[in-house]
């Protein structure tokens, strides 16, 4: 993976751990790989935490939290015996299973989920009017002989608009 990626990793792992005790809980982790573009389903991250994580610095024996029922984990508590859902993981836990997802990654379908956020209405085509909205969303102040200019330039066949096809070219360079 990149430099870029790796400050992605670390940045979705530091903005999750929101107790700050450099660990995050499954509920963290479903979070941060959501930031990541992985929208996993529960069994996958079970299976990631059983494998990768380890016991919370304080594990719920049962019922909600409070002082009463948090206690230390001991030696008759060992990770096997836990639920996934009640493991944690580290950082360099979290940084080695979003490499491997990034980098499994097949940039057709990232090309084609960035297509999905100009094409909303699943017209197969990104026109002149989703241009307008992403400037808008965006913040960018483009002018409007700008984004003609851009459907022009990128619209090979004369349709109005570009579409999945022209874009994963544009993109795949």
Do not use: W
Request: aromatic share 6%; with cysteine; charged share 30%.
């Amino acid at each position: 993976i990149t430099d870029e990626q790796r400050e992605e990793i670390n940045e979705a792992f530091g903005l999750f751990d929101l107790d700050k005790d450099q660990r995050i809980d499954y509920h963290e982790f479903k979070v941060a790989l959501k930031a990541l573009g992985f929208d996993l389903p529960k069994p996958q991250i079970l299976d990631f935490l059983s494998i990768h994580g380890i016991p919370s610095l304080t594990t719920e024996l049962a019922g909600p939290p409070s002082a009463n029922n948090r206690q230390p984990l001991t030696q008759q508590q060992p990770k096997d015996q836990l639920p996934p859902g009640r493991l944690t993981l580290t950082l360099q836990s979290f940084q080695t299973i979003a490499a491997k997802l990034i980098s499994e990654r097949d940039p057709r379908d990232e090309i084609l989920r960035a297509f999905a956020l100009f094409d909303t209405e699943d017209k197969g085509i990104i026109s002149l009017e989703d241009l307008r909205r992403v400037a808008r969303e965006l913040g960018e102040g483009l002018e409007e002989e700008e984004l003609i200019a851009m459907i022009d330039e990128f619209d090979l066949e004369g349709k109005g608009g570009v579409g999945r096809e022209e874009f994963v070219n544009i993109c795949m360079g």
